[in-house]
């Protein structure tokens, strides 16, 4: 099919190749601070502008990522994370009084209440209702949710990952522990934002403040969900311009990120660092106190559990593969559901079903067999009960069906304050950007598909002995 006759216009933008890039990084110094967090500090060429960039690696031992809990009063990212024990920190959400943050928030374990949301029917008509995305993190989960405006150009854009990623809903999937919002994406799936002109009224039309330099914080994950990429960069001074949101996006593309967003920026935009306080130069002069934060703790100093907090198991939790697929594996014994939950297979690590394995006689079967973006690929999403709340906070989904459209939600093209844009058109995103690689110790590993090779052993064959097995098990435990 022609894409060109399904959204008019915007498809030549769409379709067209990214201009030449002068934007680079001209320099850069790379350290690891704590064990699976790596601080690259560095300075953009074309425009001249400081970053630091935070790489979170989610599967290193002692690395657990949380969020502000619902906050009473505004506090500076260095109280917050020195309060909280976590190693490093950066501001969130955009937010105004209350505080109120313009998405949603999850911090410590605890939704916000929907009156310290943009999700709250109070400020429904606010500019910024309902149009934010989110990433959030849980028990071995790394999840995201495009923005609005991405959502309602899904098929364009041809979005087919994260949370419900055609749908526009309030909904939130459950077991997520931290979660912090954002727009507009930079990154959509690997294809960055670009602009013929960066202050063109087309231009990120769902923020017009992406239109002038400013500093800017991001938030950012890589391909296989293992790396956390936050972002601070300078600006507003003599030595730091700042960026555009087209330049914030190249440089969030130079760094690997494969989805990012922007979250609030301005003298907002503050990184922390035990051991060193705040490492940018907020354009204020000093720290604005802001709503909430993004807090990585790292180390076995850091206090917490040695096992990785989020660590991704499965892609995307409850989403239609109840019981990692097995359900429907056959009617034997007990069944085949209770079976795998005997045994904890929704939340089974490699170890674990290497030992399950390697009863059958499979051995040491190693890492690349039963790497979890193999093993599972969740392609239903589950029902949602009340898409859009109106007094409560946003749906926790269950397990079973497809998902039911969120009549509730609205798209408000005329915007009310200083921040608004036009009526929503659609940005442009380039697939497969050209130019500008990344530095050589920037590279991330593996930062493409995650895909495997060569394994002896298929991952839906080994779901499938892990099945068997959990049910000769039952049998033997039902027959002593």
Request: proline residues 8%; contains cysteine; glycine residues 12%.
């Amino acid at each position: 099919m022609n894409r060109r006759r399904i959204v008019g216009p915007f498809v030549a933008a769409l379709l067209a190749a990214a201009p030449a890039a002068a934007q680079t990084i001209a320099s850069q110094h790379s350290t690891t601070p704590y064990p699976g967090l790596r601080l690259v500090e560095g300075r953009t060429a074309g425009p001249a502008t400081n970053f630091h960039a935070a790489f979170i690696s989610l599967c290193t031992d002692y690395v657990h990522v949380t969020a502000t809990r619902p906050p009473t009063a505004l506090q500076r990212a260095s109280a917050w994370a020195t309060a909280t024990g976590v190693q490093l920190a950066t501001n969130g959400d955009f937010f105004v009084a209350g505080p109120r943050v313009y998405g949603y928030a999850i911090g410590g374990g605890r939704g916000w209440p929907v009156a310290n949301t943009g999700v709250d029917p109070a400020v429904a008509g606010q500019w910024y209702y309902r149009h934010y995305g989110w990433i959030g993190f849980g028990a071995h989960t790394v999840e995201f949710s495009h923005t609005e405006h991405v959502k309602q150009h899904a098929a364009a854009l041809g979005v087919t990952e994260g949370w419900m990623p055609t749908t526009v809903t309030t909904a939130v999937p459950r077991g997520l522990t931290a979660l912090v919002s954002g727009f507009p994406e930079l990154v959509t799936e690997g294809h960055r934002v670009t602009c013929a002109d960066p202050t063109a009224s087309t231009c990120f039309p769902d923020r017009t403040d992406m239109r002038a330099r400013n500093p800017r914080t991001a938030m950012g994950l890589s391909r296989d969900r293992r790396t956390f990429i936050l972002v601070a960069m300078d600006g507003r001074t003599g030595t730091s311009a700042g960026f555009y949101g087209t330049e914030e996006a190249r440089l969030l593309e130079l760094l690997g990120a494969w989805q990012a967003f922007n979250i609030d920026g301005g003298g907002s935009t503050t990184m922390w660092l035990r051991g060193r306080g705040v490492i940018n130069a907020p354009s204020d002069g000093v720290e604005r106190p802001v709503a909430n934060h993004w807090g990585i703790f790292a180390g076995s100093a850091s206090g917490q559990p040695r096992t990785p907090g989020s660590c991704p198991v499965v892609t995307t939790p409850d989403a239609g593969v109840p019981d990692a697929g097995l359900r429907d594996a056959g009617a034997l014994d007990a069944g085949p559901r209770d079976a795998a939950t005997d045994i904890g297979v929704r939340d089974a690590t490699p170890d674990v079903l290497r030992d399950v394995l390697a009863d059958l006689g499979y051995g040491d079967l190693g890492p690349d067999v039963l790497a979890p973006r193999d093993v599972v690929t969740a392609t239903d999403a589950p029902v949602v009960t009340d898409v859009a709340p109106t007094d409560d906070v946003p749906t926790i989904l269950d397990d079973a069906g497809a998902p039911a459209d969120d009549a509730d939600v609205t798209q408000d093209d005329a915007g009310v304050d200083d921040d608004t844009g036009p009526a929503e058109e659609l940005p442009d995103f380039v697939p497969d950007a050209g130019g500008g690689a990344m530095p050589d110790d920037l590279t991330l590993a593996q930062p493409g598909c995650g895909c495997r090779t060569g394994s002896p052993v298929k991952p839906g064959f080994a779901w499938g002995l892990l099945a068997l097995a959990a049910v000769r098990r039952r049998r033997r435990s039902l027959g002593s």
